[in-house]
């Protein structure tokens, strides 16, 4: 019995003793190997990281744009004997500047001439033509109110017109335009032709006359979009496109011309009249201005 109890005493003691030698053995053994790890860790290269620099103001860079480069030029514009202040980018082509002008003083891209050491081309830019900062620029041109002013009517001539509208009056009797076709014939009249149509003569209309018996002629430039109406006073030119309708008929007694209305704006009191127009252009007129384009 003794010898039992002393060998479960024994047992008892050895585990007790064994017990702190493996646990310091184990905790060695694990530390040897976290360094291990940690020895291959700083072996190893570290890996690339992108190096981010955060933006700011200072350093924020902003993509180039197309007119980011171009330079916006301050031209003085005189019409009229007044100035305006303009700014236009330096590339501007002259046709696109006119488009400018024409929405601040009202006068259309067609009928503006821009004169700056010369008259400006429509193809030039404004750097190319030598246009800089506070240049001078003179722009020439009418209104479509100066050019009806032209063919002005008064208050009883509209009341004519709408009484003869009313009752269907033909043209050539109505009292407005008596006034002229009593005059008679031009004497420099090109000669008309009834019952014929033919195509815009190569050269200009002439030898007509407007509502207070000045002359007048019209050339059309189609590769332009344009007819210029000429008088004694001034040319004016007009885009195909500002007129709005064209109305004609026939002279009684004389049937080869015709009285031709171009309307300008939105009445009939805006109507531009022309007397003696050669019958045989009538057509070709209207199909010109109206947008029905024939070459001859």
């Not at 009517?153 to 009056?169: N, P, R």
């Not at 007397?275 to 009538?282: I, K, L, N, S």
């Amino acid at each position: 019995m003794e010898c039992i109890g002393n060998e479960s005493d024994n047992l008892e003691k050895i585990v007790e003793n064994k017990n702190p030698e493996t646990c310091t053995k184990d905790d060695k053994s694990d530390k040897q190997g976290d360094n291990a790890k940690e020895n291959a860790a700083d072996d190893k290269l570290p890996e690339p990281t992108e190096c981010k620099i955060p933006k700011t103001e200072e350093n924020s860079i902003q993509e180039p744009t197309e007119d980011s480069n171009v330079e916006s030029i301050d031209i003085k514009i005189i019409y009229n004997k007044k100035k305006y202040d303009v700014s236009a980018p330096s590339d501007l082509l002259i046709s696109e500047f006119k488009k400018k002008l024409q929405g601040l003083l009202g006068v259309p891209d067609s009928m503006q001439k821009l004169m700056f050491k010369g008259l400006l081309q429509d193809t030039q830019t404004i750097s190319s033509s030598g246009i800089i900062k506070g240049s001078k620029v003179m722009l020439v041109g009418s209104t479509l109110n100066d050019v009806l002013a032209v063919s002005s009517v008064s208050k009883q001539d509209v009341a004519e017109m709408e009484k003869a509208t009313t009752v269907k009056e033909p043209l050539c009797k109505q009292k407005i335009h008596r006034k002229v076709l009593d005059k008679g014939l031009p004497e420099d009249v090109m000669p008309g032709i009834k019952n014929i149509k033919e195509g815009l003569p190569p050269v200009p209309l002439s030898g007509m006359m407007n509502k207070h018996g000045g002359k007048v002629r019209l050339t059309f430039k189609l590769e332009n979009d344009q007819v210029w109406l000429g008088t004694k006073e001034r040319t004016e030119k007009l885009s195909m496109g500002s007129i709005k309708g064209v109305v004609s008929e026939p002279i009684e007694g004389h049937e080869q011309y015709h009285i031709l209305g171009l309307q300008l704006g939105p009445t009939e009191a805006s109507r531009y009249w022309i007397y003696w127009v050669p019958a045989q252009y009538v057509d070709a007129i209207k199909d010109a201005i109206l947008g029905k384009w024939q070459f001859f």
